[in-house]
């Protein structure tokens, strides 16, 4: 079955900390991955995504097919990254993407 | 990249009426998703709604208490019928993008049941 995991519901870091928001995925066939975060007041918006392997705010996140992971890290955390963070798989069958339960992020000054 | 335009925003509305909520694309998409984000969770997928056929409705929503038009390729509705509190939750509307798998979301409408 498809599915994504975000262990954490809320993660909470100090200004200047690394982060690490972790997501774990099940599907059986070619995963295609995404981060979306939610900042307050605003629309859910694409983060980044794995095919593209790009940093975005400082943000990278890898495709462990071995472990089945799609972990979201920033090495330094700033106070405008606290937001809600979702991983996302894409089934390419019906263009659906099945949503992870998100992560609320907060970042303390 | 995909504007869209949902309304309304918010709306408060009494037990046993209706909502229908609008959602308007600046560019020509074939797949809208619509959505249910409850308070502090994730986003429950409706329905897909394509142009020109029925919609597709997951697991536990059924087509007389959500149904959905999609006249065109720009624009669809959702409308949530013969409302209780329990209803009350955020409702999203997606598009597809340009690749087909990454989304574009609506603002949002959240509805308070009373």
């Known amino acids: 079955a498809q599915r994504v995991t975000q262990p954490e519901k809320l993660l909470s870091v100090f200004k200047g900390a690394p982060v690490e928001l972790k997501c774990n995925y099940s599907?059986?066939?070619?995963?295609?991955l995404f981060w979306y975060v939610q900042y307050s007041r605003q629309r859910l918006q694409l983060l980044l995504r794995?095919?593209?392997?790009?940093s975005i705010k400082g943000f990278t996140a890898d495709l462990n097919k071995g472990e089945t992971s799609f972990h979201l890290k920033k090495p330094f955390a700033q106070e405008e990254d606290s937001a809600m963070y979702y991983c996302a798989l894409s089934v390419r069958s019906n263009y659906q993407l099945i949503w992870g339960a998100g992560t609320k992020l907060i970042i303390k000054p | 990249s995909a504007v869209i335009s949902q309304k309304p925003s918010r709306d408060i509305c009494q037990r046993g009426t209706s909502l229908t909520i609008q959602c308007q694309v600046d560019?020509?998409?074939?797949?809208m998703f619509w959505y249910r984000q409850q308070p502090g969770q994730s986003l429950t997928l409706i329905a897909t709604?394509?142009?020109?056929?029925?919609?597709?409705?997951e697991s536990g929503f059924v087509i007389d208490k959500f149904p959905i038009s999609r006249p065109n390729l720009t624009f669809s509705t959702l409308t949530v019928s013969n409302l209780s509190p329990e209803d009350s939750s955020i409702y999203l509307c997606s598009v597809e993008g340009s690749s087909g798998t990454e989304a574009f979301f609506g603002q949002g409408t959240r509805l308070t049941v009373v």
């Open positions: 599907y059986s066939g070619s995963p295609e």
């Open positions: 560019s020509q998409v074939t797949m």
């Open positions: 709604a394509n142009q020109g056929s029925e919609a597709t409705y």
């Open positions: 794995h095919i593209s392997r790009e």
